[in-house]
Nanobody
Framework: QVQLVESGGGLVQPGGSLRLSCAAS????????MGWYRQAPGKERELVAH???????NYADSVKGRFTISRDNAKNTVYLQMNSLKPEDTALYYC???????????????WGQGTQVTVSA
């Protein structure tokens, strides 16, 4: 089994910063792409940022210049540094990873349980 566990969410004032972490554990042979998604009440889940195993990154237009995704392959962990936060960034943030387990020829898609980010004065 594979688990993704997020941490780092919370309440922050507009203009503030938060750093989310997501650690993968369990039967892991390799991790391909990792990413962060978010879902606000009444809205669909959307991609926030994505990073490949080689380090290529892409971001949603709404967060470019404010958010930075990174990963530590030795720790099987992906991070999301969020700066200049706005009220519209309020959402439940989910970690996602494509993970291949030992004995399997291809990877599977895994999700974390979500961590709440609330931006409010």
């Amino acid at each position: 089994q594979v688990q993704l566990v997020e941490s780092g969410g919370g309440l922050v004032q507009p203009g503030g910063s938060l750093r989310l972490s997501c650690a993968a554990s369990g039967r892991i042979f390799s991790i391909n792409a990792m990413g962060w998604y978010r879902q606000a009440p009444g809205k669909e889940r959307e991609l926030v940022a994505h990073i490949t195993s080689g380090g290529s990154r892409n971001y949603a237009d709404s967060v470019k210049g404010r958010f930075t995704i990174s990963r530590d392959n030795a720790k099987n962990t992906v991070y999301l540094q969020m700066n200049s936060l706005k009220p519209e960034d309020t959402a439940l943030y989910y970690c996602n990873a494509m993970i291949r387990s030992p004995g399997y020829l291809s990877g599977a898609d895994y999700w974390g349980q979500g961590t709440q980010v609330t931006v409010s004065a």
